[in-house]
């Protein structure tokens, strides 16, 4: 076998293994809101977003490339693998957050002969600007909102059950405080703005009651 043969399965089993990770680490989401039974990883997460942005592009005729947005999909948070599940309610700023993120990102890809391909990847996902990054951007909230229904719907997810960590929160709070009886309200009402005025703005209400 040639050195740069070898190189070559070093590296791709040094990849794989890194991510491996992410196949049993808990989103932290349903950790704070103390889903019951077992949770949805972070994998998990990754491979349902590629679904429903499959389902979304047939059934809505969005205009992207939607193998593009497959490709963002299925690396937008190989960062995590390092930096853990960090969310917004975690008291991390935003840009801090982002740093160590795609300082994650580029130390998992640096070694890979095309990494650069997965970096920028990466990069136009976080910037939103793209028609792909922007669907690829709304199908991963609203998979966490549609996972969020799945669990409520079960039982599994309450504003009872939640920990004091979650619902001491300003936003939550409020929420629930507005005559919010289900943690599926404060999921519905938290993250509704996030699709108003969007092509998924009646999608998103039409869950409210489904």
Not at 45 to 61: K, M, N, R
């Amino acid at each position: 076998m040639e050195k740069s043969e070898l190189m070559s399965f070093f590296t791709v089993l040094d990849f794989y293994d890194n991510l491996s990770v992410l196949k049993e680490k808990e989103r932290t989401g349903w950790i704070k809101w103390n889903v019951t039974g077992r949770r949805e990883s972070v994998n998990d997460h990754t491979t349902s977003a590629q679904h429903l942005a499959w389902a979304l592009y047939s059934e809505y005729d969005i205009d992207v490339n939607i193998e593009h947005v497959i490709a963002m999909l299925s690396i937008h948070e190989i960062g995590e693998s390092i930096i853990g599940d960090i969310t917004v309610y975690d008291g991390v700023d935003s840009k801090s957050k982002a740093k160590r993120e795609r300082e994650a990102v580029v130390s998992i890809c640096s070694n890979l002969k095309k990494g650069d391909i997965l970096i920028s990847l990466f990069d136009e996902f976080e910037a939103k600007e793209t028609p792909e990054a922007k669907f690829a951007y709304l199908c991963d909230k609203l998979d966490f909102d549609l996972q969020a229904r799945l669990y409520c719907n079960d039982n599994r997810c309450t504003i009872e059950k939640a920990t004091y960590e979650m619902i001491s929160i300003k936003q939550i709070q409020e929420i629930i405080e507005n005559c919010a009886k289900t943690a599926w309200d404060v999921f519905w009402k938290a993250d509704k703005p996030k699709f108003d005025g969007t092509y998924l703005e009646s999608f998103f209400a039409m869950l409210k009651n489904a």
